[in-house]
């Protein structure tokens, strides 16, 4: 949303502020933006108060023998399961903001527009601020299986980087089959990149590529391209040297606004696209400046799901982590063989 400045040092209105400033976040996100988000645009709890998220419950199913006193069900009774739906608590224990202060000064000769020279680098702040935290949650994952305890070593004639990439695409292939038999849905799953694995498997010719055309965002951006139902992001938020598969469903992360304190007369505070954001705005007579203050209560949490016996199809009722997996990429050059 554009916003021009105006003349007078009201600057503009508060609540067109923060919608432009919760877009310019929605479009600024890339890990933040591959996953499930919930919001309000104001918070009434306590401070480390848990956001209870219903997650679906599962269920065996029956079968029996069409002749009575055949298959599984012998004494001609229906047999009945239990509803038993859980939750999943996001501690909001997280507080993002971005505060500057600025003189009286620089509010007269140096700041034309107010949105692009102020709020746009704090939206960005408090951006950096989330996308640390989701990058937080995902090494978290469990670690690939066809790995050992998470890492990859790849052997390599030096200098042969196309040998590399396809090595990592087989990998890829390996976590894709991996999230496929621990039941993860199939549709919108993506592939996050550090930035050393997502230079090596650019070599790769059998990549994908995708469209630059579309919305013009940095998730949009961070896009490198398509491979075995993963679209493959690449960020400099995470090791760079890991890849991350997962189910936008892995992670939640939950953002709250607090409220507008009554004795703040310059304010507002949204939620719209999986955010909240407050900005409110004061003048501190002591230091002749005005305080611009951008925030936001975050948490987030990494989904653990019951999951089916893959033998059984039986329901089992301890809990782990399969919508999202990890690994390490470790590069170990082929050693020349001693001549005899």
């Known amino acids: 949303m554009a916003i021009s400045s105006t003349a007078d040092r009201q600057f503009i209105n508060a609540d067109k502020l923060v919608s432009a400033s ?6 600024a996100t890339v890990l933040a933006a591959t996953v499930q988000k919930q ?3 104001q918070f009434d709890g306590t401070v480390g108060q ?8 599962m269920l065996d199913g029956n079968q029996e023998g069409l002749l009575p006193g055949t ?15 859980s939750v999943l608590n996001v501690e909001l224990n997280k507080h993002v903001y971005s505060a500057i202060q600025l003189s009286d000064a620089e509010l007269s000769l140096e700041i034309e527009d107010f949105a692009t020279q102020v709020a746009l680098p704090q939206t960005d702040a408090v951006v950096n601020r989330l996308e640390r935290i989701v990058a ?26 196309i040998d590399i990439a396809q090595q990592i695409r087989f990998q890829i292939s390996f976590m894709a089959a ?10 919108g799953r993506f592939l996050v990149l550090g930035a050393n694995v997502a230079g090596l498997l650019m070599n790769d010719p059998n990549l994908t590529r995708v469209s630059e055309a579309g919305t013009d965002t940095a998730l949009r ?14 960020s400099n938020h995470i ?9 936008p469903s892995a992670v939640q992360l939950v953002t709250r606004a607090p409220i507008v304190p009554p004795s703040v007369t310059f304010g507002a505070s949204q939620a719209q696209g999986g955010y909240a954001l407050r900005w409110i705005r004061d003048y501190m007579s002591e230091t002749a400046s005005e305080r611009s203050f951008f925030s936001a209560y975050a948490g987030v949490a990494v989904v653990d799901d019951i999951y089916r016996d893959k033998k059984t199809g039986k329901v089992q009722p301890t809990k782990k982590v399969i919508r999202g997996i990890k690994a390490k990429v470790e590069l170990k050059p082929k050693t020349a063989a001693t001549p005899k």
Do not use: M, W
Not at 50 to 57: E, K, Q, T
């Open 71 to 85: 298959g599984e069900r012998t004494d001609g009774r229906i047999a009945v399961e239990s509803k038993k739906e």
């Open 39 to 41: 919001s309000a645009d």
């Open 22 to 27: 919760i877009a310019n976040l929605e479009a």
């Open 221 to 234: 951006e961070a896009v490198i391209g398509k491979l075995y139902g993963f679209t493959l992001i690449q």
């Open 239 to 247: 090791d760079p040297d890991s890849l991350y598969a997962y189910h």
């Open 136 to 161: 937080g949650a995902l090494e978290q994952f469990s670690a690939a299986e066809k790995t050992t305890a998470g890492k990859l070593t790849i052997e390599h004639e030096p200098g042969n980087y």
């Open 50 to 57: 848990a956001v209870a998220i219903r997650r679906p419950f």
């Open 178 to 187: 991996e999230l496929t038999a621990n039941n993860v849905p199939g549709s």
